[in-house]
């Protein structure tokens, strides 16, 4: 079913992205993977699909939301750990109760101190991965541990790079897997062009994933329509992709949707972009003033350059802003992978956002 909410797992309820499943699924063959693309495009839905079609047992970690004010704890991504490491995906039976052994010895030391120190926690951790990679070795098979929205464990209240890093450069038999919605955070946190960073060096074969182009949007809307005995015709379909371009999760959003509602018309579209937009927002409102001010400028424009983003900033704050100030906002912007530079213009990468932004009052 093409319409469903949830990441996919099933190659045959993946739409299109042959090329990118089997440069993912040669990559991780081989050597650690980071996917890329911005929200919704189905970086998740691949690492699934993609996992599910390989021999490789796997843990997934789903690191979204984990954070709480800015913080996760040692302690947390343990549990997290533990708790993916026992749902192993794997083709054998025998390894994943080897996994769930290995989970429940490294558990049991663990419970006995309620607040451990968090050298301690670290050390646990290390030592739950030292046991997997030498359960994968057993096995004669790379275990594959996946970090999705790995930009998050920035937010660990020690280092999980060096952690990860030993892991990359001790453990063999374990194959690394990070994922991340925000493009520019997710190659910072990583760092391996920083020589501060422990994976300062290291190789990363990338993965990324692009909309879909507009006769693929269409096409993707027609056969999920089509697998609901459903046949809206043409030109509603064409009208929801020039809105919605070529962003999977929102085609998917808006299929989903118009189902529920089994009407046709532009109506139906505007009603169903505007419950989109206003799930935007929430997002959007959360970033601080000045980003704010700068994206709803730029969701009035069309690919707008420097200029032209500051004048109309400076009309929405009703006051002269500082340059500073508006490079650090679209910096962010960028690095958070709500914007895109293009030459010398930027715009919003997602159309949601886009039409969120316009509404958004900056204050
Ligand atoms: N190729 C695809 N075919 C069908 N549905 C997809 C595809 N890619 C993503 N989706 C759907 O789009 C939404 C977002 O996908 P997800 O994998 O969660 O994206 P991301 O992890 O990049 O945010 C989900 O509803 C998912 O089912
Ligand atoms: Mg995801």
């Known amino acids: ?65 984990t954070a709480i004010n800015k913080k996760i704890s040692i302690r947390t991504i343990f549990e997290l750990l533990t708790l993916s490491a026992s749902e192993t995906s794997s083709k054998s039976s025998r390894f994943v109760q080897t996994v769930k052994d290995v989970v429940r010895e490294v558990s049991i030391a663990s419970v006995f101190t309620v607040k451990l120190a968090q050298e301690r926690t670290r050390n646990l951790l290390l030592e739950l991965f030292r046991r997997l990679d030498k359960a994968a070795k057993a096995h004669a098979h790379k275990l594959v541990i996946v970090f999705d929205e790995a930009q998050t464990l920035r937010f660990a209240t020690l280092d999980m790079r060096e952690l990860l890093a030993n892991v990359y450069d001790n453990m063999e038999n374990i194959t690394l897997v990070f994922a991340g919605s925000q493009i520019g955070v997710l190659k910072e946190f990583i760092g391996v062009e920083d020589p501060y960073s422990p994976f300062y060096g290291r190789y990363m074969a990338e993965v990324e994933l692009k909309p879909f182009s507009r006769e693929l949007s269409l096409e993707f809307l027609k056969q999920g329509f089509t697998e609901l005995s459903l046949k809206p015709d043409e030109r509603f379909l064409e009208k929801a992709v020039d809105e919605l371009d070529g962003i999977v999760g929102w085609l998917t959003f808006f299929g989903l949707k118009v189902a529920e509602r089994r009407r046709f018309s532009e109506k139906t579209i505007e009603e169903v972009l505007d419950i989109a937009a206003t799930l935007e927002r929430k997002e959007i409102e959360a970033l601080p003033k000045s980003q704010k001010l700068v994206l709803s400028a730029l969701s009035r424009l069309d690919n707008p350059r420097w200029s032209d983003i500051k004048r109309m900033s400076d009309s929405f704050a009703e006051r002269k802003l500082n340059d500073t100030e508006v490079n650090r906002a679209l910096k962010s912007l960028i690095r958070y992978s709500f914007i895109e530079k293009k030459g010398e213009s930027y715009a919003i990468t997602d159309p949601i956002t886009k039409k969120a932004a316009v509404d958004l009052t900056p204050d």
């Open 1 to 65: 079913m093409l319409f469903s909410e949830k990441p996919k797992t099933r190659l045959e309820d993946f739409f299109n992205r042959r090329d990118e499943l089997k440069q993912f699924s040669t990559l991780v063959e081989r050597s650690p993977v980071v996917v890329k693309g911005v929200r919704r495009i189905g970086k998740s839905s691949l690492i699934r699909v993609g996992l599910s079609l390989l021999e490789q047992p796997y843990i997934y970690l789903d690191l979204r939301g």
